[in-house]
Structures are given as structure tokens and as C-alpha cells.
């Protein structure tokens, strides 16, 4: 755990870049900081490894004064990612990972072995290794960055802007490549963006800060979105943020609609609706537009490519992106295993809103 106590930050030339700010960021979770430039986000998550030390106040990781203990000692405890990667130009991307362990004392043999284990572990194929940084695209640079942060694997992460510098569809899957590993590895992240999409993406829990280092709100994120806390935060977090939040409402409580599919290499009779087509997996194909016979057995030609598909009990958005997506007005629910299981209409997802808002 990391903890906050009435921390302030007074630079010499009289800036005050965080104002006696208090919070907890529990263990082995993602808490993301998120503000605009200049509120003192990256001043705040430096204080954690000491690159930064606080005018007053304190700063605790695992209840320990960080102010009691060996700089270089406490940075072995804590990996730091930062935006552009930061790596060594002229060492190879294995190399750059088998640092870390080396300098805990392992034999470069045993620090190489770890770093290719590592890279794969980020998603990079091992011939990667043999390159320079230059040699890589961005996103391949920020996973070799998190690989390195990874290597001494230290309990917790510091993420500071890591994936502000790529596009926005690598940035993507940077992030879900984030989720996936913490879903193996449960460090204690805290993790600096000044995007608000990225920080509900990632986030269990969000702090918002805003200008000369106040904590606006600190929440999880359907909290957030759902009640800010001032108009500070409602502007921050943005227009959309009704449409976001369906991202953390699931769907247990939305009724699946009884429909019956038409199974692939069979002749279908005539009907005045959509139909969907289903393989002999019950996975759907497609939908066959209203009005059509087909006598032969039925072919994937013949029918309209769907929407998306919405995983059972998945999170309300992609219902009703499901429903929105299919040429018949039908989302189309699968299972586990992507089979067929049912469908829902926009006007169910709304109605299952309405009953949560209208709940005491
Ligand atoms: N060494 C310094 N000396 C004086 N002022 C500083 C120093 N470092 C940062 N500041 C100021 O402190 C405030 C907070 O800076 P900080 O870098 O923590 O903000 P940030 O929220 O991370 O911003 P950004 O998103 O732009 O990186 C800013 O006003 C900044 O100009």
C-alpha cells in the first residue's frame, strides 16, 4: 500500500505543485492519477520513489516512512515506467532488460535468460531482443519500458504518462496488454495520465487532481462518472461520461429475448424478419434479410454481416452497441464459448438504465 499523509510540495521558486494532499492507493491495484498539465501529478508519484521529497507531510509504502530508507534500496522495491520508454540507445533490447537483474547480481547468463522471459511476456517476439531501441516503433519501445520495469519484480509499478507518446489504436493495446498482466501479476500501479478516457479504462480507483495539487475527487470510476463531485470534475471528466459509464454497468439484469436461428446448410422457408444464421457450433455468421427463401442449403453469401456480439453478463456498452451495430436492430448475446444464446434490443438496454436510476 501506498499512502499519501498531508503531503505538500513547495518548489524553491515558490510554486506550490501539491497542496497537503492526503490518499491511500491500495495494494495490488491500478490507481490512476489524472489531471491537467500542471497539477502536480508527476511531482506527486515521484515522491514515491524519492526523486522528490516532500516540503512536509509524509509518504508511506507498506507503512514505512519513505524518508527512512536507502534511495537506492527503495528503488529496487519499485519499477518506473516513463513516457518515450527512457531506454539505453546503444544497448540491445535484451540487454536493456537483463540490466536490472544484473544489478541485482545475476549472472548476465541469468539476466539475459529473465529478460527474454520478459519480453514475452509484454508481447515482443524474442528476435526484438537482438535490435537497438531506435530499431522499434513507439509502442514496441513502452513494452520493452515495461518489460525493464518488470525485471527486479518489484511489488510496485510507478507509470508516468508511458503511452501519451503513441497512436491512438497501439495506445489501445497498450493499455489492455496493462490489464492483462496485472491481471497476472497484481502489483500496486500508480499510473500518471492526463487523459480521462485512459484513466476510467485502467483505473479501479482515480484521483482527479486539479491545479496547484488539490485532489478534486478520488473515486472508482463508475463513481466518477456517475456523481462528480464538483463542476470542476463534471467538466473534466467530460459530455459523454452518461454514454461512458454503460462501460461499468453489466448486464445481469438485462433479459435476453428468445429468438430462433437458422442453422448454415440447411434450405430456409420465407419470413417476414430478420433471421439469424448460425454455424454448427451455434456461432452466428450473419443475418438473413426478411423476405428471403432459400431452397438450396443455406450458404454465407447469402447473408448481411452482424453486428458485434455481446458476451453474457459483459458491461451494458456493448449491448447496446450489439443492438445498434446489427443490421436487424438485434443484439445478438453469445456465451462463454461464443455460441448463440439470445438477443436484446436498444429500447432493453435503456429500460434496464431507467430501472437503476429509478431504484431508492
Ligand atoms: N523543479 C521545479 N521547480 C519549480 N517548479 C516546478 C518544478 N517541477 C515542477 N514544477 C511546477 O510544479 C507544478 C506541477 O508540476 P508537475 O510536473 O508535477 O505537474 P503534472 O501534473 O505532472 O504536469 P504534466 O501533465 O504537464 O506533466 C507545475 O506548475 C510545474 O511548473
Known sequence: MIEF??????????????HELSLSVPEGTITV???????GKTTLMRMVNRMIDPTSGRVLVDGADVRDRDPADLRRGIGYVIQQA?????RTVLDNVATVPMLSGATRRAARARAAELLDRVGLPAELGRRYPVQLSGGQQQRVGVARALAADPPVLLMDEPFSAVDPVVREDLQNELLRLQD???KTVLFVTHDIDEAITLGERVAVLRQGGHLAQYADPDHLLAEPADDFVTTFVGRDRGYRRLSFVDSAALPLRHADPVPLGEPVADAPD???AVDA???????????????????EDRLVAGGSLHPEHGPLRGALDAALSAPSGLGVVVDADGGFRGVVTADDVLAVLRDARDRP
Open 281 to 299: 457450433d451455434r456461432r452466428p455468421r450473419g443475418w438473413l434479410p426478411p423476405g428471403t427463401a432459400v431452397t438450396d442449403p443455406l450458404t
Open 86 to 90: 527512457g531506454l539505453f540507445p546503444h
Open 184 to 186: 497476472e501479476l497484481d
Open 274 to 276: 430478420w433471421r439469424l
Open 33 to 39: 492519477l489524472v489531471g491537467p498539465s500542471g497539477c
Open 5 to 18: 499523509q498531508a503531503v505538500r510540495k513547495e518548489y524553491p521558486n515558490g510554486t506550490v505543485a501539491v
